[in-house]
């Protein structure tokens, strides 16, 4: 541990000296309850699978909705399901 002298008289542009491993745990969900930590991976599955389906579509030029949730496609204007259209 560094105390606060030491962390002040470091420069804002030095890296470490050493090389942390990445990890492969990438939780997008974390629920203590299995039954519950299930249904929401599966609804995380049907978000992708639908985003995905909505974003082929849109790609393809056809008129598509995506599924709630999706913000960065509302922000540019594109219909999304439960957000309030322009």
């Known amino acids: 541990m560094l105390g606060r002298k030491a962390v002040l008289g470091t420069a804002p542009t030095s890296r470490p000296r050493t090389v942390e491993p990445r990890r492969k ?25 639908a985003y995905r389906d909505a974003r082929l579509r849109w790609i393809a030029g056809e008129s598509t909705v995506f599924p709630e949730g999706t913000y960065r496609f509302a922000a540019l204007g594109v219909r999304c399901q439960g957000a309030a259209q322009k």
């Open 25 to 49: 745990l990438r939780p997008h969900v974390a629920c203590r309850d299995k039954e519950r930590r299930v249904h929401e991976l599966s609804a995380l599955r049907g978000f992708r699978k």
